[in-house]
Nanobody, 126 residues
């Protein structure tokens, strides 16, 4: 059974921090690259890739808009992946999702299957 459960979102002031957590079933987590995505509330905004971490946890990639502020980590023993978000900005407001990714993720163009958890809402006030 494929299961993705995101948590840790909330309301934070600009400049603040949040740590998101994603609990994934073994089927989707084991041996896979794990990524974070987000979807902003504005109409027409598509879900966008934020970053990903390799199975060993050594290699990570981030889109430019979050580089230096967000850090992805993982705990393979617990089937969990984390997103530490610092120096948050109002434009980071979105629902955040995790998923397994593959393909050209190192070039920030991953492939992924279209199944998602419920996501976790992050709201950054100015």
């Amino acid at each position: 059974q494929v299961q993705l459960v995101e948590s840790g979102g909330g309301l934070v002031q600009a400049g603040g921090s949040l740590r998101l957590s994603c609990a994934a079933s073994g089927r989707i987590f084991s041996g896979n690259v794990m990524g974070w995505f987000r979807q902003a509330p504005e109409p027409g905004k598509e879900r966008e890739f934020v970053g990903a971490i390799g199975w060993s946890g050594v290699i990570t990639r981030y889109v430019d808009s979050v580089k230096g502020r967000f850090t992805i980590s993982r705990d393979n023993a617990k089937n969990r992946v984390y997103l530490q978000m610092n120096s948050l900005r109002p434009e980071d407001t979105a629902v955040y999702y995790c998923n397994a990714v593959r393909g050209n993720w190192l070039a920030l163009a991953p492939s992924f299957d279209n199944y998602w958890g419920q996501g976790t809402q992050v709201t950054v006030s100015s």
